[in-house]
């Protein structure tokens, strides 16, 4: 198998380089391509996202994963947040960017021509990345197939209201604890400016009406942060849509940070083969 860890993707329009790992066996066969997008406060090797990408690479695909160019990371250091600045003027337009770039980079990049078959294209995200890869195939044809692990129905509900937001637009900056790096991580109103402008196109309910390609949405019934209700609503919003419920799977998918395991949780085990069932199947 093939990794390649750290590759320094040019972001064409947010002068930040995207940190991205490709995982393959190298044997000149065109494979589907993978493309995975981390969420909120995330990143590329959080927990067993290693793990599930080497069990991808092994079935035949080609899996790529990658850091938002501003979620805080950097390619000496993909892990603990060391550019807080980025982290926060990050904002969802910015990751569909990111997105956009990511896919160009892959399918134009001449060493992976002959392992990659263009035709084929899933884009799988988790949690708030999973409302950006929802948006992000509704809008590119090039996509085939559609997963969302864990993923949300809506961004403008998880924005704060009243005398929170008031506040916020006061002081221009809010912040929230990492409890595991215990820093205080920024957020600029910018952030909440940028979502109200461009609002219609960040509605995942109006990306999902759109969805005509098969659709996967796979929950945990014990999720806290993304409640089964937004599973059931995407599944709603596009009854042609797969609704994959998991028993007593949690918000990270049975995974922590750090991972000291050589084998994945077994709820996230079960993820990436119901994953891959979906991918291959014609």
């Given at each position: ?178 409890s595991r790096t215990n820093q205080k991580m920024p957020h600029l109103y910018s952030f909440f400016q940028n979502f109200k402008e461009n609002e ?83």
């Amino acid at each position: 198998m093939k990794i390649i860890k750290n590759i320094a993707v040019n972001s064409t329009q947010h002068a930040k380089p995207i940190a991205t790992d490709v995982f393959f066996i190298k044997n000149n066969t065109k494979k589907p391509l993978v493309i995975f997008c981390h969420g909120y406060k995330g990143y590329k090797d959080w927990g067993a996202w290693n793990l599930a990408a080497k069990v991808f690479a092994k079935k035949s695909l080609f899996f790529v994963k990658f850091n938002f160019s501003h979620n805080g990371g950097t390619i000496e250091n993909p892990i603990d947040f060391p550019d807080l600045q980025a982290f926060g003027e990050n904002n969802f337009i910015k990751e569909l960017d990111d997105l956009d770039d990511i896919i160009d980079w892959v399918l134009n990049n001449p060493m992976f021509k002959n392992e990659i078959n263009p035709e084929r294209i899933t884009l799988i995200g988790h949690s708030r990345g999973g409302g950006i890869v929802t948006i992000k195939a509704s809008e590119n044809k090039k996509i085939t197939k559609l997963i969302s692990w864990a993923g949300v129905s809506d961004f403008g509900a998880r924005f704060p209201r009243g005398e929170q937001l008031a506040a916020w637009k006061e002081q221009g900056i809010s912040y929230i604890l990492n409890s595991r790096t215990n820093q205080k991580m920024p957020h600029l109103y910018s952030f909440f400016q940028n979502f109200k402008e461009n609002e219609t196109r960040l509605t995942i309910k109006n990306a999902v009406n759109k969805i005509k390609i098969p659709h996967l949405i796979i929950q945990g019934e014990n999720d806290e942060v993304v409640l089964p209700i937004e599973a059931k609503n995407l599944h709603s919003w596009n009854p042609k849509s797969e609704l994959f419920f998991i028993k007593e799977m949690n918000h990270p998918l049975g995974s922590s940070q750090p991972h000291k395991s050589s084998s994945m949780p077994i709820h996230l085990k079960k993820v990436v083969m119901k994953s891959i069932d979906f991918i291959l199947k014609k």
